[in-house]
Protein backbone atom coordinates (compact mmCIF):
# COMPACT_ATOMS: atom_id res chain seq x y z
CA UNK A 1 0.00 0.00 0.00
CA UNK A 2 0.98 3.69 -0.61
CA UNK A 3 -1.23 5.72 1.77
CA UNK A 4 -4.97 3.85 0.69
CA UNK A 5 -3.55 2.96 -2.50
CA UNK A 6 -2.65 -0.54 -3.84
CA UNK A 7 0.94 -0.51 -5.35
CA UNK A 8 0.61 -2.37 -8.28
CA UNK A 9 3.47 -4.70 -9.52
CA UNK A 10 5.04 -4.78 -12.74
CA UNK A 11 3.75 -7.71 -13.78
CA UNK A 12 0.31 -6.61 -13.73
CA UNK A 13 0.44 -2.95 -14.96
CA UNK A 14 -0.45 -3.45 -18.30
CA UNK A 15 -3.87 -4.99 -17.30
CA UNK A 16 -4.67 -2.17 -14.62
CA UNK A 17 -3.97 0.86 -16.99
CA UNK A 18 -6.50 -1.40 -19.73
CA UNK A 19 -9.05 -0.93 -16.69
CA UNK A 20 -8.38 2.63 -15.95
CA UNK A 21 -9.03 3.35 -19.33
CA UNK A 22 -11.36 0.95 -19.99
CA UNK A 23 -14.53 3.96 -20.37
CA UNK A 24 -12.15 5.80 -22.24
CA UNK A 25 -12.90 8.84 -20.16
CA UNK A 26 -9.48 10.61 -21.50
CA UNK A 27 -6.34 11.66 -19.59
CA UNK A 28 -7.53 13.51 -16.63
CA UNK A 29 -10.29 10.79 -15.61
CA UNK A 30 -8.31 8.26 -16.14
CA UNK A 31 -6.20 9.96 -13.04
CA UNK A 32 -8.50 10.73 -11.42
CA UNK A 33 -9.48 7.03 -11.26
CA UNK A 34 -5.68 5.74 -10.38
CA UNK A 35 -5.32 8.36 -7.94
CA UNK A 36 -8.16 6.83 -5.99
CA UNK A 37 -7.15 2.93 -5.94
CA UNK A 38 -3.63 2.41 -7.35
CA UNK A 39 -0.21 3.43 -7.40
CA UNK A 40 3.34 3.08 -9.51
CA UNK A 41 6.41 4.76 -10.54
CA UNK A 42 5.79 6.50 -13.69
CA UNK A 43 1.78 6.17 -13.16
CA UNK A 44 0.97 9.17 -14.85
CA UNK A 45 3.24 9.54 -17.91
CA UNK A 46 1.65 5.64 -18.56
CA UNK A 47 -1.95 6.33 -18.26
CA UNK A 48 -1.25 9.58 -20.37
CA UNK A 49 0.82 7.08 -22.99
CA UNK A 50 -1.88 5.26 -23.26
CA UNK A 51 -5.10 7.20 -23.73
CA UNK A 52 -2.68 9.40 -26.21
CA UNK A 53 -2.34 6.30 -28.84
CA UNK A 54 -5.76 4.53 -28.29
CA UNK A 55 -7.25 3.98 -31.50
CA UNK A 56 -10.98 4.72 -30.69
CA UNK A 57 -10.05 7.83 -28.45
CA UNK A 58 -7.98 9.35 -31.27
CA UNK A 59 -10.97 7.99 -33.82
CA UNK A 60 -13.36 9.86 -31.37
CA UNK A 61 -11.39 13.09 -29.72
CA UNK A 62 -13.07 16.04 -29.98
CA UNK A 63 -11.19 18.70 -31.80
CA UNK A 64 -10.97 21.98 -29.41
CA UNK A 65 -11.44 25.14 -31.43
CA UNK A 66 -9.05 27.46 -31.36
CA UNK A 67 -9.64 30.28 -28.99
CA UNK A 68 -11.42 33.27 -30.87
CA UNK A 69 -9.04 36.36 -31.02
CA UNK A 70 -10.35 39.51 -30.07
CA UNK A 71 -10.08 42.71 -32.56
CA UNK A 72 -9.37 46.47 -31.94
CA UNK A 73 -12.52 48.05 -31.48
CA UNK A 74 -12.73 50.61 -34.75
CA UNK A 75 -12.83 54.11 -33.66
CA UNK A 76 -15.76 54.92 -35.88
CA UNK A 77 -18.57 53.42 -38.38
CA UNK A 78 -17.82 52.07 -41.23
CA UNK A 79 -14.14 51.86 -40.41
CA UNK A 80 -14.11 47.76 -40.37
CA UNK A 81 -15.73 45.91 -42.14
CA UNK A 82 -16.42 42.30 -41.93
CA UNK A 83 -17.64 40.47 -45.50
CA UNK A 84 -18.43 36.76 -46.16
CA UNK A 85 -20.78 34.96 -48.46
CA UNK A 86 -23.49 32.32 -47.65
CA UNK A 87 -25.92 30.38 -49.09
CA UNK A 88 -29.73 30.31 -47.62
CA UNK A 89 -32.51 28.22 -48.97
CA UNK A 90 -31.07 27.91 -52.51
CA UNK A 91 -29.76 31.52 -53.01
CA UNK A 92 -26.63 32.70 -52.30
CA UNK A 93 -25.78 35.97 -50.53
CA UNK A 94 -23.34 38.72 -49.72
CA UNK A 95 -22.82 39.94 -45.92
CA UNK A 96 -20.93 42.62 -44.81
CA UNK A 97 -21.16 43.77 -41.11
CA UNK A 98 -19.63 46.77 -39.67
CA UNK A 99 -17.02 46.00 -36.77
CA UNK A 100 -18.20 49.29 -34.73
CA UNK A 101 -21.92 49.21 -34.88
CA UNK A 102 -22.81 45.92 -36.02
CA UNK A 103 -24.68 46.87 -38.35
CA UNK A 104 -25.70 44.34 -41.37
CA UNK A 105 -25.98 44.76 -44.90
CA UNK A 106 -26.69 41.83 -46.95
CA UNK A 107 -27.20 41.27 -51.21
CA UNK A 108 -29.09 38.74 -52.68
CA UNK A 109 -26.08 37.25 -55.35
CA UNK A 110 -27.39 36.18 -58.95
CA UNK A 111 -23.49 35.02 -59.26
CA UNK A 112 -20.60 34.40 -57.07
CA UNK A 113 -17.99 35.66 -59.40
CA UNK A 114 -15.40 38.46 -57.86
CA UNK A 115 -17.03 41.05 -59.97
CA UNK A 116 -20.47 40.95 -58.58
CA UNK A 117 -19.00 40.84 -55.17
CA UNK A 118 -16.89 44.34 -55.98
CA UNK A 119 -20.10 45.40 -57.81
CA UNK A 120 -22.24 44.84 -54.46
CA UNK A 121 -19.46 46.30 -52.07
CA UNK A 122 -19.41 49.15 -54.31
CA UNK A 123 -22.78 50.09 -54.37
CA UNK A 124 -23.05 49.44 -49.92
CA UNK A 125 -19.85 52.08 -50.24
CA UNK A 126 -21.85 54.40 -52.31
CA UNK A 127 -24.37 54.66 -49.11
CA UNK A 128 -21.43 54.45 -46.27
CA UNK A 129 -18.58 55.20 -47.30
CA UNK A 130 -15.35 53.60 -48.14
CA UNK A 131 -14.01 51.70 -45.13
CA UNK A 132 -10.13 51.80 -43.96
CA UNK A 133 -10.07 47.81 -44.02
CA UNK A 134 -12.23 44.80 -45.16
CA UNK A 135 -11.82 41.34 -43.36
CA UNK A 136 -12.75 38.23 -45.11
CA UNK A 137 -12.27 34.73 -45.15
CA UNK A 138 -9.56 33.30 -48.12
CA UNK A 139 -12.44 31.99 -50.71
CA UNK A 140 -11.37 32.45 -54.38
CA UNK A 141 -14.19 35.60 -54.55
CA UNK A 142 -11.74 37.49 -52.51
CA UNK A 143 -8.28 36.03 -52.97
CA UNK A 144 -8.56 36.94 -56.20
CA UNK A 145 -6.45 39.95 -58.88
CA UNK A 146 -10.45 41.43 -59.57
CA UNK A 147 -10.74 42.36 -55.84
CA UNK A 148 -7.31 42.71 -54.94
CA UNK A 149 -6.98 45.85 -57.70
CA UNK A 150 -10.69 46.88 -56.27
CA UNK A 151 -9.02 47.34 -52.87
CA UNK A 152 -6.05 49.28 -54.45
CA UNK A 153 -7.88 51.22 -56.42
CA UNK A 154 -10.88 52.95 -53.39
CA UNK A 155 -7.69 52.78 -51.20
CA UNK A 156 -8.75 50.23 -48.45
CA UNK A 157 -6.88 47.29 -46.97
CA UNK A 158 -8.08 43.37 -47.44
CA UNK A 159 -7.19 41.46 -44.77
CA UNK A 160 -7.95 37.43 -44.52
CA UNK A 161 -8.46 35.49 -41.38
CA UNK A 162 -6.93 32.39 -39.95
CA UNK A 163 -8.66 29.16 -42.40
CA UNK A 164 -8.58 27.41 -38.93
Known amino acids: MRGS???IPS???AEVLQKLHEGHQGIVKCRERAKNSVWWPGLSREIEDIVKTCPSCLKHRIERPE??????FPDRPWQKLGSDLFY????NYLLVI??????IEIAK????TSEA????????????????TIISDNGPQYASSTF?????????NHSTSSPH
Open 5 to 7: RLV
Open 117 to 132: IVTHLKSMFARHGIPE
Open 98 to 103: DYFSRY
Open 88 to 91: WKGV
Open 109 to 112: LSST
Open 148 to 156: QDFAKDYGF
Open 67 to 72: PLMPTD
Open 11 to 13: SMR
